[in-house]
């Protein structure tokens, strides 16, 4: 932030006990001096580690979770009549919306989803001059037996997880001014394929009229930006014939969102964690079809 001399950060919850007074918060530094200008914390006494999913729990802390970290960078824009926002998307299911101007006072908060270790808004959002664009990956786990359609072994070596193909996803347009929902699209459903999962995880992007969200059911959309519908989708889960010549499949889209530049769209499809579909592919789409 350039005209207030600060960077922005968010942080994770705390891995040890006692949980600290600057997780899950936004926090502003001097960028000439380093120093720590103000700090909002927006849930107290989250403190969690991976040990807390598994049967060796003696390194995770007293408070168990619920591991609401902040997973992408907040997000500065201008808003009318002089005023700004810091906004930023958390695993509780919770947008909120700071006055970088007023040490963090809260402006807005908005929910849009029940949120949990793998719920709310995970990598990022994204913004124009009217809305900030959240989708809600809201993860739905459930543990099957080894061989089970869909099941994918657990990273933790804990059996097999398949993901709930009835839980999470949608996106939505909120007013950044206020964080009145503009619109709001569900997911369509996975038409019971193996595995999928309607959570919309991975950042979003946008480009002037357009919004893009790709899900863990391997589907990347195109949104209108003025009304949610949905008007363009591409299953990436299937087999390509690649330009180096690599035997390639798609999965889940997951993490980063989708990149456009120059007229391209580039994304790449698959991603293996607690029984996503894996790939390994990046794929590119041209504005002509070429």
Request: glycine share 14%.
């Amino acid at each position: 932030d350039l005209k207030a001399n600060t960077i922005y950060a968010t942080t994770g919850d705390s891995y040890s006990n006692p949980a600290q007074d600057t997780s899950d918060a936004f926090i502003a530094f001097d960028t000439t001096s380093g120093k720590h200008k103000w700090s909002r914390q927006m849930t107290e006494r989250d403190a969690f580690n991976v040990a807390c999913t598994t049967q060796y729990r003696s390194n995770c802390p007293d408070a168990k979770g619920p591991d609401f970290d902040f997973g992408s960078s907040a997000i500065l824009v201008d808003l009318p009549e002089g005023k700004r926002a810091l906004i930023a998307g958390q695993k509780s299911g919770m947008v909120h919306a700071l006055d970088p101007d007023h040490d963090g006072a809260v402006l807005w908060q908005r929910r849009v989803g029940q949120g949990s270790t793998l719920g709310g808004v995970q990598w990022g959002m994204a913004t124009d001059d009217e809305n900030i664009y959240v989708a809600v990956s809201d993860i739905g786990l459930q543990r099957v037996a080894a061989g089970t359609p869909g099941g994918q072994k657990s990273i933790f070596g804990s059996g097999e997880l398949k993901m709930d193909p009835r839980a999470g996803g949608g996106i939505f347009a909120l007013k950044l001014a206020t964080g009145e929902i503009v619109w709001h699209t569900p997911h369509p459903g996975c038409n019971d394929r193996p595995g999928c999962s309607p959570a919309q995880s991975a950042a979003v992007t946008a480009i002037p009229g357009i919004v893009f969200s790709g899900g863990l059911d391997g589907h990347l959309r195109a949104y209108a930006a003025k009304t949610g519908e949905v008007i363009w989708d591409v299953d990436t889960m299937q087999e390509y014939q690649t330009v180096n010549g690599a035997p390639a499949h798609g999965g889940s889209l997951d993490g980063p969102g989708a990149v456009v530049a120059g007229g391209m769209l580039y994304v790449n499809s698959g991603y293996t964690n607690f029984g996503t579909m894996p790939g390994n592919v990046l794929l590119a789409f041209s504005v002509d079809g070429k």
